[in-house]
């Protein structure tokens, strides 16, 4: 069993749609958690990164942690074509790059 | 420079061949991480420096892969007698210190025919 479990689509939805992605995780010691963007042939983009449980919120990015149940969320509200990427849940037991693991992406293709 | 630097961008090379992989971080990063990624899947960690040290080389696979950083800058990841399952985009990321979030370059598509 992988440490960092993501459902790799493709998930299609229509311009507009609120999105949700996920991961689930079995290292209880992963304190950090991120989400990455990724378009192709380019190397991943750092969207979201949140300490420990809760929400985090930024634009129409809104990121949810919740250790108890080992689950992450990344919700995109209003999305747009140009939010069409893979996006790559991480996560790390300590601050920075610590061998941060990371989730195999989520396609996403968001329809005009 | 503005961001992570990688060259080539593309490697094509045959089975056997020894290969060099260039990253340039963003200037005044002393971390910098080499990650492996294979289609389909999510970068996987091989190796993190700070400054001119290998802090941790945990992921490396074997010993046909060495990596060095040797005036904090620059890092070149080396593989030797390369086969078809090196085949991968090879990921290289910086961060102001080893507590930053990481900046990643586009990466160097290597081929092994």
């Known amino acids: 069993q992988k440490e960092v479990e993501q459902d790799p689509g493709p998930l299609s939805v229509p311009e507009g749609a609120i999105v949700s992605l996920n991961c689930t995780y079995s290292?209880?010691?992963?304190?950090?958690f991120m989400w990455y963007r990724q378009y192709s042939r380019k190397g991943p983009e750092l969207l979201m990164y949140?300490?420990?449980?809760g929400n985090k919120e930024d634009g129409r990015f809104t990121a949810q942690v919740d250790k108890s149940s080992k689950y992450i969320s990344l919700f995109i509200r209003d999305s747009q074509p140009s939010d069409s990427a893979t996006y790559l849940c991480?996560?790390?037991?300590?601050?920075?790059?610590?061998?941060?693991?990371f989730g195999a992406g989520t396609r996403l293709f968001v329809k005009a | 420079g503005a961001g992570v630097s990688q060259t080539p961008s593309n490697k094509v090379t045959e089975k056997g061949k020894y290969v060099e992989l260039r990253c340039d971080p963003i200037?005044?990063?002393?971390?910098l991480y080499w990650y492996r990624q294979s289609l389909g899947q999510g970068p996987e960690f091989l190796i993190y420096?700070?400054?001119?040290?290998?802090?941790?080389d945990s992921g490396l696979p074997n010993d046909r892969f060495f990596a060095v950083r040797p005036e904090g800058s620059v890092s070149t990841l080396k593989i030797q007698r390369t086969e078809r399952g090196d085949s991968a985009v090879y990921l290289c990321?910086?961060?102001?210190?080893?507590?930053?979030?990481?900046?990643f370059g586009s990466g160097t598509q290597l081929s092994v025919l």
């Open positions: 991480a996560m790390s037991p300590a601050a920075g790059g610590f061998k941060t693991i």
């Open positions: 420096f700070q400054g001119t040290g290998a802090a941790d």
């Open positions: 949140t300490y420990s449980s």
């Open positions: 290292n209880s010691a992963f304190q950090y």
């Open positions: 990321a910086s961060s102001l210190t080893s507590g930053e979030k990481l900046f």
């Open positions: 200037s005044g990063h002393t971390a």
